[in-house]
């Protein structure tokens, strides 16, 4: 089984956070043999440029800061390489940090971004918070969460929600070129809004065909179907059970069908989860499980 995750991109702040980060992402790398690429989005505000002219000349032009970053970048870039072996490519750039992050990720045809999360905290958030999650709910490529505390990525029981909706099990796909890596046991949890019986037996011929597409890459998995009044408390106290390590989402139509991982709620688990979450966007013919060449051959 092969897979297409080949570029890797990080956005690190250059804090002590940024660390656990990278060692997540280079530790995926290997196991991908993909690229390693760093980025740091200088976010420039109005506050700056409003501020009254003898004020500023006190403080370090925008330049002298790109200066001085782009250096401590390039010190990162070797202490990296010498620990790892991998050279990553590092970037500095500015502007508003979501956008950079995104169109970085197209301009250079990134196949995933990983990003650290450190609690919504402090004067201002960068790459966790809102920030975090305006990059999830723009981002049209896979973007994987990880709280920090989290020094290397285990994945062995991996949590895979589907509901009613069309476009649900798009998350197939990448999950199992996940689970592969890692050797997991994916947690197949049926999550039906409805239990008319005509509904249900829809739905449960839809989980025994995701079944057999997992058995048939020789993957493990567990199926089960909750019901109940809030179904996300539902799939997150499963995985609190069954102590999964990794939690699947389609932010493109779940939020907006069956509300499992709805705005604030899907805010939430970014940004305070111990449990890293990938965030797939449902986009039209992409990822779709169908689509060949994607990782599952």
Do not use: W
């Not at 990059?135 to 290397?152: A, C, E, F, R, Y």
Request: net charge negative; proline share 4%; with cysteine.
């Amino acid at each position: 089984m092969n897979s297409s995750i080949k570029k890797i991109l990080v956005p690190i702040d250059l804090t002590e956070f940024s660390e656990a980060a990278i060692s997540n992402a280079v530790s995926m790398a290997k196991l991908l043999n993909a690229e390693v690429f760093l980025i740091h989005v200088l976010a420039v505000n109005d506050y700056y440029f409003s501020i009254v002219p003898e004020m500023r000349t006190l403080l370090p032009s925008i330049t002298e800061i790109e200066v001085s970053v782009k250096k401590r970048m390039e010190e990162l870039q070797a202490n990296v390489t010498k620990q790892s072996g991998i050279t990553p490519n590092v970037f500095v750039t500015t502007g508003n940090i979501e956008t950079e992050i995104i169109d970085f990720s197209k301009k250079k045809k990134i196949d995933l971004i990983l990003m650290g999360t450190h609690g919504a905290s402090g004067y201002k958030e960068l790459f966790i918070g809102s920030n975090a999650q305006r990059v999830v709910s723009l981002s049209d490529i896979p973007v994987l969460t990880m709280q920090n505390g989290i020094q290397k990525p285990e994945f062995k029981n991996i949590l895979l929600p589907i509901d009613n909706s069309l476009h649900s099990r798009e998350k197939l796909n990448i999950v199992m070129v996940i689970a592969n890596l890692f050797g997991a046991i994916i947690h197949l949890l049926g999550l039906p809004d409805s239990d008319k019986k005509e509904d249900l037996d829809k739905f449960n011929i839809k989980m025994k065909s995701i079944g057999e597409i997992i058995t048939a890459e020789k993957l493990s998995f567990k199926a089960s179907i909750v019901d109940g009044d809030n179904i996300a408390k539902a799939a997150l106290a499963y995985a609190k059970e069954n102590k999964c390590d990794l939690i699947a989402v389609n932010t493109g139509h779940e939020s907006k069908i069956t509300g499992i991982f709805p705005g604030l709620f899907a805010q939430q688990i970014v940004n305070h989860s111990t449990i890293p979450v990938l965030s797939i966007k449902h986009t039209e013919g992409h990822y779709d499980i169908t689509t060949p060449g994607f990782g599952i051959g």
